[in-house]
T-cell receptor
Framework: SQQGEEDPQALSIQEGENATMNCSYKTSINNLQWYRQNSGRGLVHLILIRSNEREKHSGRLRVTLDTSKKSSSLLITASRAADTASYFCATADNYGQNFVFGPGTRLSVLP | SAVISQKPSRDICQRGTSLTIQCQVDSQVTMMFWYRQQPGQSLTLIATANQGSEATYESGFVIDKFPISRPNLTFSTLTVSNMSPEDSSIYLC????????????FGPGTRLTVL
């Protein structure tokens, strides 16, 4: 299976700082998606980046994808206390299915 | 994006009983999935719910334990059968939104506690 691995497992920063989370995977993918989960609730879809894309932006979020290194990063700029959550990456196989989730990064933003 | 609801949002059940979780989508979708998230863990795919046919289960999950129904393109159920405390998890349904380049959207989850 193409297990996604997130790094770091936990991250604690001050409000206003930037937070960077990384995701690595093992086999070729169609796309990679990032999600946020607050306190064991449902997952909120953040960004999808396709295998032929290198960077995408959405508000304070910036996602990069390096298919040669089989890795992706999620950058949250100017973090807020409300960004405190767990963040997961999920890869889709070449058919855009068979999603595999990484273990997640727990982000704590301190006021 | 698709709007997904799940019932119940949470439940506390006794060992040996069964619970059926419902997933309703506000639009017709081809692909629906069921995931389990054990406490403090990531998500694990249980099965793909196929409309009009048997679900496709991932390794480690069997139909007798997790029977799934998919009577139409907007609804699915997952039953957790003969529950044990190890089944205590969050169960989430998700759909693939083909109009959004296969973005996967999730329901709010069902938090199950088995005593």
């Amino acid at each position: 299976s193409q297990q996604g691995e997130e790094d770091p497992q936990a991250l604690s920063i001050q409000e206003g700082e930037n937070a960077t989370m990384n995701c690595s995977y093992k086999t070729s993918i169609n796309n990679l998606q990032w999600y946020r989960q607050n306190s064991g609730r449902g997952l909120v879809h953040l960004i999808l980046i396709r295998s032929n894309e290198r960077e995408k932006h959405s508000g304070r979020l910036r996602v990069t994808l390096d298919t040669s290194k089989k890795s992706s990063s999620l950058l949250i700029t100017a973090s807020r206390a409300a960004d405190t959550a767990s963040y997961f990456c999920a890869t889709a196989d070449n058919y855009g299915q068979n999603f595999v989730f990484g273990p997640g990064t727990r982000l704590s933003v301190l006021p | 994006s698709a709007v997904i609801s799940q019932k119940p949002s949470r439940d506390i059940c006794q060992r040996g009983t069964s619970l059926t979780i419902q997933c309703q989508v506000d639009s017709q979708v081809t692909m629906m999935f069921w995931y389990r998230q054990q406490p403090g863990q990531s998500l694990t795919l249980i099965a793909t719910a196929n409309q009009g046919s048997e679900a496709t289960y991932e390794s480690g999950f069997v139909i007798d334990k997790f029977p799934i129904s998919r009577p139409n393109l907007t609804f699915s159920t997952l039953t957790v059968s003969n529950m044990s405390p190890e089944d205590s998890s969050i169960y989430l349904c998700s759909v693939l939104d083909g109009s959004s380049y296969n973005e996967q959207f999730f329901g709010p989850g069902t938090r199950l506690t088995v005593l």
